[in-house]
């Protein structure tokens, strides 16, 4: 007996699929037999045809092979169709939708299980003793999130199924490598680097996915005095960094005043870090770019977590209010109120050594109160498949109230408080008006106020100090598909920014209130095209400043060229420009522990600052291996001398200048399923310019000249994550007092007499942490997860600045000031979500 399956549709491909219960009907009506089954276990199941004719012992055979289910015959009439419940093994191709390009290290993952692979260089994956009714779950940044069953996998022949994914809008700007340093932690084709907090791994000492202080394992990324409130991309300083949230511009990045980021990840989904070849609807930030946004898509399931850790606890929750209808709500506060942990206590003493914050001692006690707190919410509604309508709330908040008391008479000397806080509001509306035509309009208000208090009992003075941001913005992004392989973008922006500076002293009685506003319009247009091998993105931002009727050209590009599938050539470059600055017009401003203020350009003694950047690099990847160099030149002008926080004899002085840094960064990252290590190296020289000064040139305050950062993560066992890591660099620069003249004279005044600026560098700076972490389920949707972590393993002394003073018992001489680096630091968190 002979029988070709599916010989009834000789029309179609040999690919076409035929369901198994029309294939059975046609075998019993062929030969005269009885299938016996349950009609929910082939109910689902297709099947390709054979390509050549089958007698029946060859057709149940063949049915055995390609299908998870035993056919077996009792006799020569009957047949009996039985489901296989037993685990197996499947494989499986994962290829892009349109172009059948292979999606190397694509996520695959077991639904409710933490049994997960990638997808090797030819898109391969196996999946070994799997429960026959499993659901398989493959994802990869830029396309759709695809969900199949074991049992449509299976093959008894082990031949692995095609898997195509479907690339959303944001193929373009897809991924280059997903699993970049640890799970999480992604490589863009456009060279930026993303963040997927949802998906974030282990890093060395991080008990969390701290947003700001992740991005600094990046080559290029440092923070000269371990704040994240003070991160220097390619020798910038923190103020020329572009801090967006949810497209809301903010001004304050740090709690603990830059120990701990100030954004929650549980609700923040995506962070995305541009250093150069920025696309032309950004501005500002001619340092970089930190884009973070939250969920932007209606889930229609509830979700909620919380976490505790030694510094602060958290929660957040996802509620969806009806089919087009979501809100989400995160908070975060300090546990200060109730227990100083010895984590809290590394910190107060590291945020407060060097201001007028002061620890217990012979003379006087000391009273303290301490806390922050963050809270985010988001509206998300969607008024049909065309609109989408997203309103956004953040709030960042830190507070200090601090006394003195002589212990001499326990009369109170001193009470200070300090107040910092930044909050935003935005809205969004995403309209797709035709399959290729869209637009999105954006509109956000943004405040940050710093305001500190300084009673001294004994002269019955009082001291207050202000800073406030006051700033609207509005942006329309129009885009045009011209086809799949090319974009057009193209927007206009209008922002408004006010910014009041105010000191006032009670006795002897003073005060100054400054008060600026600047309105800046904006045009801007780019084309993004990606083919094959080759990416460009090339664009054009005009910035025009009513103010002072001035007009900034600022051309950007963007472009990748694969010569085969291991190697690549990248080219970036932009114009930018920063209307906002922050200066320090003394040390001891807002009690010395947050001594900066934002100040508007006035385009006379505090210009706007432009910057021009280039970079060339290669990109080599092969077997998991990822490789890349890239030379970088930048050039910033228009800073200021009180921007900088001079410790010299420039100090006092006021002029403007630019800073020129060249450098290489290099990188070398390996990821595998079981483990990932990573070596970066920067190599940066970074000089000042400042023309009315002696000498013009010299080294920059964040001169680091060579870093290293070097880190290996493991899976222990299943589940359980080790991280080890460290950070090596040289120590930055600082200046000495001439030896033998070390102060000087001026009228009544004493001051040090400062050696050549920057001439001396501190020791070099070492540190080590580590840190683990064990996720594990007391239910299949109730999932936990206890890190434990410690920054700064072997308790290394690592100095981060150092200055002079006049010593006030001795005015020829000058007291050293050295500032040291956090020392052994603990951390434990523990974190529940559903």
Same mark, same amino acid.
């Given at each position: ?52 004719? &089958? ?183 923190? /103020? ?275 008060? /600026? ?304 680096? &956090? ?12």
């Amino acid at each position: 007996m002979l029988i070709v399956i599916g010989n009834y549709s000789q029309a179609q491909q040999n690919t076409t699929k035929i369901p198994l219960s029309t294939i059975i009907k046609s075998i019993e009506k062929q030969f005269n037999i009885k299938f016996s089954y349950a009609v929910e276990d082939i109910a689902t199941i297709s099947i390709e045809k054979s390509a050549k004719e &089958l007698n029946l012992q060859e057709t149940i055979a063949y049915l055995n092979s390609k299908v998870p289910l035993d056919f077996k015959a009792l006799n020569e009439r009957y047949i009996t169709i039985s489901k296989l419940n037993k685990n197996v093994a499947v494989c499986g191709v994962v290829l892009d939708e349109n172009s059948k390009a292979i999606l190397s290290s694509a996520s695959i993952r077991i639904k409710n299980s933490f049994e997960k692979t990638i997808a090797s260089s030819n898109g391969n994956f196996n999946l070994t003793n799997v429960s026959i009714d499993a659901t398989v779950i493959i994802s990869y940044l830029g396309y759709e999130t695809k969900e199949i069953l074991v049992k449509e996998l299976f093959s008894g022949d082990q031949n692995c199924k095609n898997i195509f994914l479907k690339p959303t809008k944001e193929e373009l700007n897809q991924v280059l490598i997903p699993v970049f340093l640890t799970s999480g932690l992604q490589k863009s084709i456009d060279g930026s680097t993303v963040l997927n907090t949802k998906k974030f791994g282990i890093l060395p000492g991080l008990t969390e996915p701290d947003i700001l202080q992740s991005i600094q394992t990046l080559p290029g990324v440092e923070s000269s005095n371990e704040s994240i409130a003070n991160i220097n991309v390619r020798g910038g300083t923190n /103020d020329q960094n572009l801090m967006l949230w949810d497209n809301i511009k903010m001004y304050h990045s740090g709690h603990f005043f830059g120990l701990i980021s100030a954004y929650n990840p549980n609700l923040t989904n995506k962070v995305v870090v541009t250093k150069n070849g920025t696309s032309a609807e950004y501005s500002d930030g001619v340092s970089s770019t930190v884009n973070m946004s939250t969920n932007n898509e209606i889930r229609n399931k509830l979700a909620a977590g919380g976490g505790i850790n030694l510094i602060s606890a958290d929660a957040y929750i996802e509620i969806p209010l009806a089919k087009n209808l979501e809100i989400d709500l995160s908070v975060r506060h300090s546990i200060t109120d109730f227990v100083n942990t010895p984590t809290y206590t590394k910190y107060y003493k590291k945020s407060f050594q060097d201001s007028e914050i002061k620890l217990d001692n012979l003379e006087t006690n000391t009273d303290s109160d301490f806390n922050f707190y963050d809270y985010t919410a988001k509206i998300l509604f969607d008024l049909n498949d065309k609109h989408q309508f997203r309103a956004n709330l953040i709030g960042i908040t830190n507070a200090l109230n601090y006394a003195e008391t002589n212990n001499s008479d326990q009369n109170q000397s001193k009470a200070s408080s300090l107040s910092q806080k930044n909050i935003g509001y935005g809205g969004n509306w995403k309209a797709q008006w035709t399959n290729k035509f869209s637009s999105q309009l954006s509109t956000y208000f943004s405040r940050y106020n710093i305001d500190a208090t300084d009673y001294r009992v004994a002269t019955d003075q009082l001291l207050t100090e202000a800073n406030e941001v006051l700033e609207t913005g509005t942006k329309l992004n129009l885009y045009y598909d011209v086809n799949q392989n090319m974009k057009l973008l193209a927007g206009y922006q209008f922002t408004e920014t006010g910014m009041l500076n105010q000191t006032r002293v009670s006795s002897p009685f003073f005060s100054s209130t400054k008060k /600026d506003v600047l309105l800046n319009h904006a045009a801007f247009a780019e084309t993004e095209y990606n083919k094959n091998k080759t990416y460009l993105r090339i664009g054009m931002r005009v910035n025009y400043f009513q103010k002072f009727e001035k007009v900034l050209f600022e051309p950007r590009i963007n472009f990748r060229q694969e010569f085969s599938n291991q190697l690549a050539l990248k080219i970036e470059g932009e114009f930018k420009n920063q209307t906002t600055t922050q200066i320090i017009d003394f040390e001891d401003d807002f009690l010395g522990v947050e001594k900066r203020r934002w100040q508007v350009v006035n385009n006379k003694d505090i210009p706007i600052a432009k910057s021009k950047q280039a970079s060339l690099g290669l990109e080599f990847q092969k077997n998991n291996w990822n490789a890349e160099v890239t030379g970088f030149y930048k050039i910033v002008d228009g800073i200021t001398a009180s921007n900088q926080g001079f410790y010299n004899n420039f100090q006092n002085l006021n002029a403007n200048g630019s800073y020129t840094d060249t450098g290489i960064e290099f990188l070398i990252n390996k990821t595998t399923t079981k483990y990932s290590t990573w070596l970066s190296y920067t190599f940066s020289n970074n000089n000042y310019e400042f023309e009315s000064f002696t000498p013009s040139t010299f080294p920059n305050n964040v001169d680091i000249r060579h870093s290293v950062t070097l880190g290996f993560n493991y899976e222990i066992v299943r589940n359980l994550k080790i991280s080890v890591g460290g950070i090596w660099h040289n120590g930055l620069p600082y200046t000495k007092p001439i030896e033998g003249d070390e102060t000087v004279q001026n009228g009544n005044r004493t001051f040090v007499n400062y050696d050549a600026p920057n001439s001396q560098n501190l020791n070099d700076f070492l540190r080590i942490d580590t840190s683990f972490s064990y996720n594990f389920n007391f239910t299949p949707k109730l999932k936990a997860s206890l890190r434990a972590g410690v920054i700064n393993l072997s308790n290394k002394k690592n100095y981060i600045n150092r200055y002079y003073k006049v010593d006030p018992d001795n005015t020829e001489k000058a007291i050293e000031v050295s500032n040291r680096s &956090l020392a052994f630091t603990p951390n434990v968190s523990f974190r529940v979500n559903f």
